[in-house]
């Protein structure tokens, strides 16, 4: 398989865990690409001299797509110069992905704060991919350790969620999870869980209305079409008793209310997957880590088990 590396912001974590990931790992028989300015990652100190567009990592060889924006390293300090590098490199990584000449992309972590200096409009590196792939309603996969979470809303405010939650929206989120697990995954036959947006599921419409008027219309529908669905569940209680154990996914009506469990859940493993989508996307699902960039002191697991994933998306897609 060929895999292309989007740097993400390089004053941060990124490359570190990228490179220590590939350390640890024996995949040679698959090529990685990593998209980036050459100047730039000589001055990371992370590897060796590029020779011939490639570098030497371990036992791997790297193949290097070179940007024309340069970024000098400064870690843990965000610059206009590194929002721009972070910018053209997915720019790059998600055309050659989805043209074909690549199988899987994994991005590596992005500073919204600066990117939104060069006149960037996504709020995160998951729409934007949507918007180049014309995918008008991309589904954020989050897992490690056997525990799967969707989001139903991704990067909103609060106070937008229960406008953007429909029965409608609810269905294709659903219909879009189980295609996931059933192609990305191999699970034969998917078992999924649905939260409530309120409160103990909103107490049968005396604490919100969203389950009667949206959430269990959704989960009817989705059960008529023969898609294993349950719920909707209370979040609280249903992470507290550990019920999540019994699915191989939960759907989550928004960020925080998916992600806390699953990070608590993952450790320093988790990965998030973007499904829905003409392309295979995985990138580790922590941020740019600028308080210990440069350091030599970041976890990469997480970065390691998005590049094995992406892989074996690939190999179930093949």
């Not at 941060?12 to 990228?18: D, N, R, S």
């Not at 690409?33 to 790297?62: A, D, F, R």
């Not at 419409?205 to 008529?224: M, V």
């Amino acid at each position: 398989m060929k895999l292309f590396v989007s740097c993400g912001d390089v004053n941060g974590i990124g490359l570190e865990t990228f490179f220590k990931s590939i350390q640890s790992m024996d995949i040679l028989d698959h090529e990685m690409i990593l998209c980036i300015h050459p100047k730039t990652l000589e001055e990371s100190g992370l590897v060796g001299p590029m020779i011939n567009n490639t570098v030497i990592c371990g036992k791997h060889v790297i193949t290097i797509y070179p940007c024309t924006m340069y970024s000098p390293i400064t870690y843990g300090i965000p610059t206009k110069e590194s929002a721009a590098l972070a910018i053209e490199s997915l720019e790059i990584s998600i055309h050659h992905v989805y043209n074909g000449n690549a199988d899987a992309l994994i991005t590596l972590p992005i500073s919204k704060a600066s990117l939104k200096q060069n006149k960037w409009v996504f709020p995160g590196q998951t729409e934007m991919i949507s918007a180049y792939t014309n995918q008008a309603q991309p589904l954020m996969i989050l897992f490690a350790k056997q525990f799967r979470v969707a989001l139903a809303t991704i990067h909103v405010p609060l106070e937008k969620v229960s406008s953007m939650i429909s029965k409608e929206s609810l269905v294709q989120t659903i219909h879009i999870l189980h295609t996931s697990l059933y192609e990305d995954w191999n699970i034969e036959k998917p078992t999924i869980a649905v939260l409530g947006l309120n409160p103990h599921a909103g107490e049968q419409g005396d604490i919100g209305n969203e389950e009667q008027i949206s959430i269990i219309p959704a989960i009817e529908q989705c059960k008529s079409l023969n898609i294993n669905v349950d719920g909707p569940f209370s979040a609280d209680a249903f992470f507290a008793q550990k019920k999540y154990q019994n699915y191989d996914a939960v759907l989550a009506m928004y960020h925080d209310q998916g992600l806390i469990p699953l990070k608590m859940i993952s450790g320093n493993s988790g990965v998030n997957a973007t499904v829905g989508l003409p392309i295979i996307r995985t990138s580790p699902d922590h941020g740019t880590a600028f308080d210990i960039a440069g350091k030599n002191i970041a976890h990469f697991e997480s970065t390691k088990q998005a590049i094995l994933s992406a892989i074996q998306f690939a190999v179930n897609k093949a």
